[in-house]
């Protein structure tokens, strides 16, 4: 199946709209099923430990969060992984529902590419590792990665704090909010988007958890300032 036609670009890369890849699949192979694989996780509560899923988990070696899917064509089944990473193929550090739902229609394209469906697609990106964004350096010869946005957003209110309290303690949701205020003085959205990326980088699922400055524990007002 020639998909040239349906290809749209995006930054460098030339992508084939997941919908449009169900339709020809689908078109070719009516009674083929696809799906999202989940990865359990325990959960401790005060009630005790959960057992949970979710449709995504952890890469220490990409620095981020990725996805799987499997494709099952007439008893065939393929599976893929892909990194949850935008439009410039960069890792999402932390990540929104819709960067991983996106992430997923991306993957799930990839793998019914393993059955030939727009395989070409795919021929130009050799080597993941020129694709991907790391938060960190293998080479002694590779240029200094640019702190992220998040972290340079962390230094400033770190550089706040300073300026407003002296260096003092501070663990109190008041202070946090005012701090976090006065960064992003007309946007709430960034100021939680800022919380919940500086606490996914020890806990995700715990990061998922909070919607306000009131939700953080004293601790982890001590890790946000």
Not at 101 to 127: D, M, P, W
Not at 145 to 173: C, L, M, Q, W
Request: hydrophobic share 35%.
């Amino acid at each position: 199946v020639d998909v040239k036609p349906f290809l749209v670009k995006k930054g460098r890369y030339d992508y084939l709209p997941w919908a449009t890849a169900i339709r020809l699949l689908m078109e070719n192979y009516p009674n083929a099923s696809w799906g999202n694989r989940s990865h359990d996780r325990e959960i401790r509560l005060d009630t005790g430990i959960v057992k949970t899923s979710f449709p995504y988990f952890y890469d220490p070696v990409v620095g981020g969060l990725a996805v799987e899917t499997e494709v099952n064509i007439e008893g065939l089944v393929r599976w893929e992984t892909l990194p949850v990473i935008d439009y410039k193929n960069n890792i999402i550090k932390s990540p929104d529902w819709m960067a991983i739902n996106t992430a997923q229609k991306r993957c799930l394209v990839k793998n019914i590419s393993l059955f030939g469906l727009g395989l070409k697609v795919f021929e130009g990106i050799h080597n993941c590792e020129e694709d991907y964004t790391y938060g960190e350096s293998t080479s002694n010869n590779a240029p200094p990665v640019a702190p992220s946005k998040a972290e340079k957003e962390k230094e400033d209110i770190i550089e706040t704090a300073k300026e407003v309290f002296g260096g003092a303690e501070i663990t109190n949701h008041e202070t946090v909010s005012g701090l976090l205020t006065k960064r992003f003085p007309k946007n709430a959205k960034n100021r939680i988007t800022l919380l919940k990326s500086i606490i996914a980088d020890k806990d995700q699922y715990r990061a998922s958890q909070i919607v306000k400055v009131a939700d953080l524990t004293e601790e982890e007002c001590q890790t946000v300032i």
